[in-house]
């Protein structure tokens, strides 16, 4: 395994970083604060979906951990911490699993914990982290706007044939997987969908409680209602959240958000050429350059 390499735009010397743990919901996150001299911004990061832990490890790559310390090098204080699921995917299978449960608590301690260092605090998600974002802040008063990078609107369930259909034609999928995900999200679409649902009868196997809390949970409409500055950064050449079936509802929903597209990046803000596919996760890279100077400028 190749080890990370911090971006040639992180300076170690301008930030010092301490280890915490969040408590929420009686259940302990850790997480890492990382701190400039005099901060007066900072952002709290939130992982995509999956086992994530606060750096958002996949592969040799770790892309919060460039975010942060890119941010840091540039005066903004970041807070990221490991999700309930990491080193613990087996948790995403319990009945009673959602993604509000796994995000919304810690991160909402998180805000808080940040804004004890500075006068403001915004939240960094990526995919479903992004997704998940405007429910924080509708719920966290702290939260003083939003950052959302790669963060879907489609239903999960229909985004993950689409993205299995691409796949396939890859080739990093057989064909009937595409035929399974189909099935499986018709079952999430039917009115039948209760928590007695079997969890192999769902996409990745995870409960029915995860994809009834999805279905309640519109992002676009619950960061239309927010009264804070709202920033969309999507990868152009990202298939798994993309430009054609994620952006137009931001867009359409928000018509006041700066949306800004990366055209060379992949989900991951990695920046190349081509078609992206999974194997471009395990090539070590950094977050592209472009998007951390992107978030640095908009940040009021």
Not at 38 to 46: A, E, N, R
Not at 182 to 190: F, K, Y
Not at 268 to 276: N, Q
């Amino acid at each position: 395994m190749t080890a990370w390499t911090p971006p040639p735009y992180a300076d170690p010397t301008a930030f010092t970083e301490q280890d915490l743990v969040l408590e929420a919901a009686g259940q302990m996150a850790p997480g890492t604060l990382t701190l400039p001299r005099h901060p007066s911004v900072g952002v709290v990061l939130l992982a995509g979906g999956g086992p994530f832990d606060r750096d958002e490890t996949s592969g040799p790559n770790k892309p919060l951990k460039d975010l942060a310390w890119g941010l840091a090098t540039q005066g903004i204080a970041a807070l990221r911490f490991d999700k309930l699921t990491a080193n613990r995917p087996e948790a995403m299978a319990t009945s009673g699993y959602t993604m509000t449960a796994e995000y919304v608590p810690h991160a909402t301690a998180a805000v808080r914990k940040l804004a004890e260092h500075v006068d403001r605090v915004f939240l960094v998600g990526h995919s479903m982290g992004g997704k998940v974002a405007p429910k924080i802040a509708a719920e966290e008063p702290l939260v003083a706007g939003l950052v959302i990078m790669a963060g879907d609107t489609q239903p999960m369930h229909h985004s993950a044939v689409r993205v299995m259909k691409y796949l396939a034609e890859t080739g990093a999928v057989p064909p009937e997987t595409v035929a399974l995900f189909e099935r499986q999200a018709s079952v999430v679409d039917s009115p039948g969908l209760s928590h007695q649902t079997p969890s192999a009868d769902l996409p990745f196997g995870m409960p029915a409680s995860f994809w009834l809390d999805l279905r309640e949970y519109d992002p676009v409409a619950t960061a239309a209602k927010l009264d804070v500055p709202i920033l969309i950064l999507q990868g152009g050449r990202d298939y798994q959240v993309t430009v054609a079936d994620d952006l137009p509802a931001w867009r359409d929903g928000l018509p006041n958000a700066t949306v800004k597209i990366l055209d060379a990046d992949n989900h991951l803000f990695f920046a190349g050429s081509g078609p992206s596919t999974m194997a471009d996760y395990q090539v070590p890279r950094n977050v592209d350059p472009v998007a951390v100077s992107t978030i640095v400028d908009w940040l009021p």
